[in-house]
């Protein structure tokens, strides 16, 4: 099993696809399927029957999920998608940015 670099919470960038360059946070993974559900990217139309809730009824963009394999973490310092390296720190381990070690863009 291998360890997962993007996790809930994470900003990452979209490599290639219809969104690509873009940035999202994650809102939900899925290790299963290799699935990751991100804000505002990848949107599809959802038809909404009427009900109390929405009694218009419509056309809602909703986000599904991609695949991981098209995902970055994105370090707001190097401004651009880096590959994340663990580092052991007094009592835990950290996430830090390869390209320049910036450890604050990961873990909080």
Known sequence: MSVATIRKNDTVIVKNGAS????????LVDRLKNRVLVEGLNLCKKTLKKSQDNPQGGIVDKEAAMAVSNL???????????RVARRRDEKRAIRVCKTAGCDHAFDS
């Open 20 to 27: 690509a360059g873009k940035t999202g946070k994650v809102l």
């Open 72 to 82: 970055m973490n994105y370090c707001p310092n190097c401004k651009k998608g880096v």
